[in-house]
């Protein structure tokens, strides 16, 4: 089955830094590549994804990369704000997995006023 | 808010003991997917139903299971629970068509195993 990497564990940044997740996934078969925001306690929020036939794509302060003959996809937040601070993680589907979502072990981001 | 609703919030339960937790998709959503949060296993998914059959498992114990009614509604049962089952138990819905993979997560329900 899928297995979904996500580094770094932990991740500090100074107030309008930018900061990078990067995950690698292992089945080619992949082809749905989601981000999701959890704050402490709540639901993970979708924030983000990018499909396999695209290499990036972008919303305002955030945007995604995606590699697939590498297999990884990145994250990246500009100028970041203190209400950014969350738990990131990735996640990868496809559809011979009836789209369910392997989650990457989660990113705590801290920024730091 | 996603629009997938989940009840109870907060469950607090004996070892042993049997839990239903229950979950409402988004109006137009035919698809639920469950997921357990816990310390040690990151999120990790559970069962798939769609449109009331249930499409997909992954690392589901045998003392857990669930189902789809006829109104979309879905709802997971644990049993002869254990205190590793406590943890966060989400559901996702999805309209799981070609054009549409977003899930979007309910509030969740906290177990707690006693």
């Known amino acids: 089955g899928e297995n979904v990497e996500q580094h770094p564990s932990t991740l500090s940044v100074q107030e309008g830094d930018s900061a990078v997740i990067k995950c690698t996934y292992s089945d080619s078969a992949s082809n749905y590549f989601p981000w999701y925001k959890q704050e402490l306690g709540k639901r993970p929020q979708l924030i983000i994804d990018i499909r396999s036939n695209v290499g990036e794509k972008k919303d305002q302060r955030i945007a995604v990369t995606l590699n697939k003959t590498a297999k990884h996809f990145s994250l990246h937040i500009t100028e970041t704000q203190p209400e950014d601070s969350a738990v990131y993680f990735c996640?990868?589907?496809?559809?011979?997995?009836?789209?369910?979502?392997?989650f990457g072990s989660g990113t705590q981001l801290t920024v730091l006023p | 808010d996603s629009g997938v609703t989940q009840t109870p919030k907060h469950l607090i339960t004996a070892t042993g003991q049997r839990v239903t937790l229950r979950c409402s998709p988004r109006s137009g959503d035919l698809s639920v997917y469950w997921y357990q949060q816990s310390l040690d296993q990151g999120l990790q998914f559970l069962i798939q139903?769609?449109?009331?059959?249930?499409?997909a498992k992954g690392n589901i114990l045998e003392r857990f299971s669930a189902q789809q009614f006829p109104d979309l509604h879905s709802e997971l049962n644990l049993s002869s629970l254990e205190l590793g089952d406590s943890a966060l138990y989400f559901c996702?819905?999805?309209?799981?068509?070609?054009?549409?993979?977003?899930?979007?997560f309910g509030p969740g329900t906290r177990l707690t195993v006693t």
């Open positions: 139903y769609y449109n009331g059959e249930e499409r």
């Open positions: 996640a990868a589907s496809n559809e011979a997995s009836a789209r369910q979502l392997t």
């Open positions: 996702a819905s999805s309209v799981s068509g070609q054009s549409s993979y977003e899930q979007y």
